[in-house]
């Protein structure tokens, strides 16, 4: 079946602009998590969905991000006033139910704010 | 919180030689350790996992140890070939948390 998907691949924007990054998680899977990805660095916890809703927030690095999930599908992952230092990879990965299985990840959208 | 430590940062071997890379956790409790397997311009993938129940698990050319008393656990990569060279991470699961390693990209030379 198909896996996780994610757009736009790559997304180029100027500082102060707003951008919208999205995800569809595999058909089934409850729990869907964001983490970000500086060049050459680990994976940066960002939120965890469990359903439409988001148990753990702790990783939003500040309150420029905020993420939605509806219809326990599809979910949004949303950057307001971009700065140069939010450039990096958005990784998106989902599961069937939580975290104690394996994350499916997506290809990540890579982002470049000027 | 748990917090996870994974050496080496990079790691060149010659093809054909075992790879091992170590991490060790902080919190107890952490009962799923998964590893993730991440090549150039792609998200990571599941390579190998083990649960907190078990000391050992082996999939072909790919093992996993795990040590509680100690807290730590251990990739093992067998007969490396080129194909093999990527970024690996390991990750340690509690409830609902999961902390991945910083990674370890490794390097096989034909």
């Not at chain 2, 080129?82 to 970024?87: G, I, L, Q, R």
Request: contains cysteine.
């Amino acid at each position: 079946g198909a896996g996780v998907s994610q757009s736009p691949s790559n997304k180029v924007t100027e500082k102060g602009k707003d951008v919208e990054l999205r995800c569809d998680p595999i058909s089934g899977h409850t729990a869907l998590y964001w983490y970000r990805q500086s060049l050459g660095q680990g994976l940066e916890f960002l939120i965890y969905f469990q359903g439409n809703s988001a148990p753990d927030k702790s990783g939003l690095p500040s309150d420029r991000f905020s993420a939605e999930r509806t219809g326990g599908s599809v979910s949004t992952l949303t950057i307001q006033r971009t700065q140069q230092e939010d450039s990096a990879v958005y990784l998106c990965a989902s599961s069937f139910q939580g975290q104690q299985e394996t994350q499916y990840f997506g290809p990540g959208t890579r982002l470049l704010v000027l | 919180g748990e917090n996870v430590e994974q050496h080496p940062s990079t790691l060149s071997v010659q093809e054909g030689d075992s790879a091992v890379i170590k991490c060790t956790y902080s919190d107890s409790a952490s009962n799923y350790f998964p590893w993730y397997k991440q090549e150039l311009g792609k998200g990571p993938q599941l390579i190998i996992d083990i649960r907190s129940n078990v000391g050992e698990k082996k999939d072909q050319r790919i093992a996993v140890t795990l040590n509680k008393t100690a807290k730590h656990f251990s990739l093992h990569i067998t007969e490396t070939q080129p194909e093999d060279s990527a970024v690996y991470f390991c990750a340690a699961t509690l409830r609902d948390k999961t902390i991945f390693g910083a990674g370890t990209r490794l390097f096989v030379k034909a």
